[in-house]
């Protein structure tokens, strides 16, 4: 399905009367975009999901943006085609942009299979002023189709699915993350703790 979209003329960007930094301060939080990137199966939804919740335990409001979820409503009409992968990620980036200017903590969840899509995300939050943190969950394809919880390899396997990432379609792993965690070598407790503590040493939270 072509994602092609016609171009928004005649409009003009409204700011309003609150400021992010007042915003933050009238919160108590700063906001900012927690980026899970990885194969399927990897346990980027599953660290996601419980980041979510051990923040919310801490009194820090964060809200979950899974792919499969997104999928269901607003990118309910995009396919899996290389163009339509980078509308994807193009929408989400600027969905999670906006929590995160709202001062909540965006946590996406995204297989994001391209180096210059997630590139793109990142330098969008970067021209706003906005924390952008890349988190591979990095696991060997093998391991991968050892999960498989969707039975999504075995069909790609079989040619039933084309264009699957990390069988018929390219991942393009990230070169340099703010986090990388071997998630067949860790427990999603210790990656939700690694990825608590960046935040605090860094000061996002």
Same mark, same amino acid.
């Given at each position: 399905?072509?994602?092609?979209?016609?171009?928004?003329?005649?409009?003009? =960007?409204?700011?309003?009367?609150?400021?992010?930094?007042?915003? !933050?301060? *009238?919160?108590?939080?700063?906001?900012?975009?927690? =980026?899970?990137?990885?194969?399927? !199966?990897?346990?980027?939804?599953?660290? /996601?999901?419980?980041?979510?919740?051990?923040?919310?335990?801490?009194?820090?409001?964060?809200?979950?943006?899974?792919?499969?979820?997104?999928? +269901?409503?607003?990118?309910?009409?995009?396919?899996? $085609?290389?163009?339509?992968?980078?509308?994807?990620?193009?929408?989400?980036?600027?969905?999670?942009? *906006?929590? /995160?200017?709202?001062?909540?903590?965006?946590?996406? $969840?995204?297989?994001?299979?391209?180096?210059?899509?997630?590139?793109?995300?990142?330098?969008?939050?970067?021209?706003?002023?906005? %924390? +952008?943190?890349? @988190?591979?969950?990095?696991?060997?394809? $093998? @391991?991968?189709?050892?999960?498989?919880?969707?039975?999504?390899?075995?069909? /790609?396997?079989?040619?039933?699915?084309?264009? +699957?990432?990390?069988?018929? /379609? %390219?991942?393009?792993? %990230?070169?340099? %993350?703010?986090?990388?965690?071997?998630?067949?070598?860790?427990?999603? !407790?210790? !990656? @939700?703790?690694?990825?608590?503590?960046?935040?605090?040493?860094?000061?996002?939270?």
């Amino acid at each position: 399905m072509s994602s092609s979209t016609a171009t928004s003329t005649n409009i003009t =960007w409204h700011a309003g009367d609150v400021s992010r930094n007042e915003r !933050a301060q *009238l919160l108590k939080q700063k906001g900012l975009t927690i =980026w899970f990137t990885g194969l399927s !199966a990897s346990g980027k939804s599953t660290i /996601a999901s419980a980041l979510e919740q051990h923040l919310l335990h801490k009194g820090i409001n964060a809200y979950r943006l899974d792919g499969d979820n997104i999928r +269901f409503g607003l990118n309910k009409n995009l396919g899996f $085609s290389p163009e339509d992968r980078t509308e994807n990620i193009r929408r989400i980036s600027e969905v999670s942009k *906006l929590f /995160a200017d709202s001062s909540a903590i965006a946590i996406t $969840s995204f297989i994001s299979p391209y180096r210059s899509d997630r590139d793109s995300a990142r330098k969008l939050h970067q021209d706003a002023g906005i %924390p +952008f943190v890349e @988190v591979f969950a990095d696991v060997p394809v $093998s @391991v991968a189709e050892e999960r498989d919880p969707k039975g999504l390899y075995k069909k /790609a396997r079989a040619g039933e699915i084309k264009e +699957f990432t990390g069988i018929s /379609a %390219p991942y393009e792993a %990230p070169e340099s %993350p703010e986090i990388h965690i071997r998630t067949d070598q860790k427990s999603i !407790a210790e !990656a @939700v703790e690694q990825i608590f503590a960046y935040l605090v040493a860094n000061q996002l939270i």
